[in-house]
């Protein structure tokens, strides 16, 4: 159990947000009234099991975070707020140098997936202790195809064995250093956390995490964000695993 732990969250949200195509960064928009990455943090913030949150904004948009998201809304569990990188891998990277000496269990997540509950971040930390890393997702309802450049199809993998991959991703913390350190020395590149940890060679288990728990990415998203937020309010005891979608 979590209990005697010391728990971590990064933050992502240091984006560029190309795909939303909003000029702004997507984390900021407002759902309800309230930007996305406000949101996203209070989950945390809120969570009996969190100890510490580290938020990784865009250097140009740190003290706005700290004004505006922060300050504002009353969070009281982020330590520190720290500069992004390129890639969404350097982001997190710079989360986990300012991580606490006390840190056990470290959780990774993006700013832009405000639909977390609580029983993932229970589940996640508890993954972490049982298995040393483990990530939070579903399986995939579509047919997936692998493509080669001209868009012929290579092949159709079992969709019984494919699952979207979500947030929050869930690490002994000396475990992710060692992925990070690893890929950092071998300059590997992933799109998510547990990938680093698979390269290093340690088993990542997967945790059956929530349809609703998106990541907002393109205009389309804020559609379903809109009707995800009026169910979860409405509905208070929805566990997210029956498919609202
Ligand atoms: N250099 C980066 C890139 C991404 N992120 C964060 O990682 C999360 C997941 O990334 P994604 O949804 O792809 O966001 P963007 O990179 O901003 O989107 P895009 O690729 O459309 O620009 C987001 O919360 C984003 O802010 C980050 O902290 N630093
Ligand atoms: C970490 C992640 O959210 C898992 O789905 C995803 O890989 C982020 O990738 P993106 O390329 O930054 O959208």
Known sequence: MYKGNFVSVI?????????????????FILIDNKPILAHTIE???????????IVVARATEIDYCK????????????TKIVKGGKERQDSIYNGILALSDKSDIVL?????RPFLREELILKGINGAIEFGACVI????K??????????QVHHTPNRALLWAAQTPQCFKTDIL?????????????????????????????MIMGSYDNIKITTPDDLIIAESIFKNMNLNEN????????
């Open 43 to 53: 989950k945390f913030d809120k969570s009996k099991f969190i100890d510490e949150i």
């Open 137 to 140: 997702g579903v399986p995939v």
């Open 67 to 78: 004004k505006e998201i922060i300050k504002k809304y009353g969070f009281t569990k982020v």
């Open 238 to 245: 929805n566990d997210g695993f029956g498919g609202i979608l």
């Open 177 to 205: 250093k060692k992925g990070y350190e690893y890929a950092s020395k071998e300059s590997i590149v992933a799109t998510d956390d547990s990938s680093l940890v698979e390269k290093y060679g340690h088993p990542v288990k």
């Open 142 to 151: 579509d047919t997936i195809k692998v493509v080669n450049e001209n868009n």
């Open 11 to 27: 933050i992502a949200s240091a984006g560029m947000s190309n795909r939303m195509g909003s000029g702004i960064n997507k984390q």
């Open 108 to 112: 990774t997540h993006d700013g832009a």
